[in-house]
């Protein structure tokens, strides 16, 4: 399945730096999210965008910033992490925030 | 707060066994999704049930929407090992304004052995 792409598929990175996570979708949609998936909470819904504009932020740390270009693009910039945030990043996409969500890969994210 | 509950947490079963885990909502949904996710992968849709009471199959895949649209379970007839993976469920709230609120379970994992 290729309608939606994330990149890096893995990032290993200090707690010091700064990163992004990209995710793009081919599908059309104008709603897309970022999920979190570790070992201790399975599916936790961190932001949703419906055409460009942020509707949801579950109060995420501000380490963590998104943003969103276009409806088909979407970004997760890391700063100052800490170890607990090490889990898989996924991302996803729907029609109107309605009907199924279309996942990516992941990236899956180790801070050291 | 609106959450959404799901169980059991695993099972295990011996291929051939049925299999069923259930969601269950505080509050009344608009629809809920069932999602599939295989080790090391990422969710992937099955299905979406809209109506109060819906019943829809898919070959031994059978889903369930509660009648008063808080619970869904979905069953499986019949366990093989291509079945192995985590099922979840998110159940869909419209509150006041324009945008849907999805809520996912924890995931039932299902260990299916040969």
């Known amino acids: 399945e290729t309608g939606v792409t994330q990149t890096p598929r893995h990032l290993v990175m200090g707690m010091t730096n700064k990163k992004s996570l990209k995710c793009e979708q081919h599908?059309?949609?104008?709603?897309m999210y970022w999920y979190k998936q570790s070992a201790k909470k399975p599916l936790e819904l961190m932001f949703v965008?419906?055409?460009?504009?942020?509707?949801e932020n579950n109060s995420v740390p501000s380490r963590f910033s998104p943003e969103c270009p276009n409806s088909s693009h979407l970004f997760l910039h890391l700063h100052t992490l800490q170890p607990e945030d090490s889990a898989l990043y996924l991302c996803?996409?729907?029609?109107?925030?309605?009907?199924?969500?279309?996942f990516g890969p992941g990236t899956r994210l180790t801070v050291t | 707060g609106q959450q959404v509950m799901q169980i059991p947490q695993y099972q295990h079963v011996q291929e051939g066994e049925d299999f069923t885990t259930y969601c269950n909502s505080s509050?009344?949904?608009?629809?809920i999704q069932w999602y599939k996710q295989r080790p090391g992968g990422h969710p992937v849709f099955l299905i979406q049930l809209v109506k109060s009471g819906e019943v829809k199959k898919q070959k031994r895949l059978t889903f369930q929407f509660g009648e008063a649209k808080k619970n869904s379970s979905l069953h499986i007839t019949a366990t093989q090992t291509t079945d192995v993976g985590t099922y979840f469920c998110a159940g869909m709230v419209r509150p006041g304004d324009n945008f849907n609120k999805f809520y996912f379970g924890s995931g039932t994992k299902l260990n299916v052995k040969p």
């Open positions: 996803a996409s729907s029609q109107e925030n309605i009907g199924e969500q279309y």
């Open positions: 965008y419906n055409f460009k504009e942020q509707t």
């Open positions: 509050t009344t949904l608009s629809n």
């Open positions: 599908l059309g949609h104008n709603a």
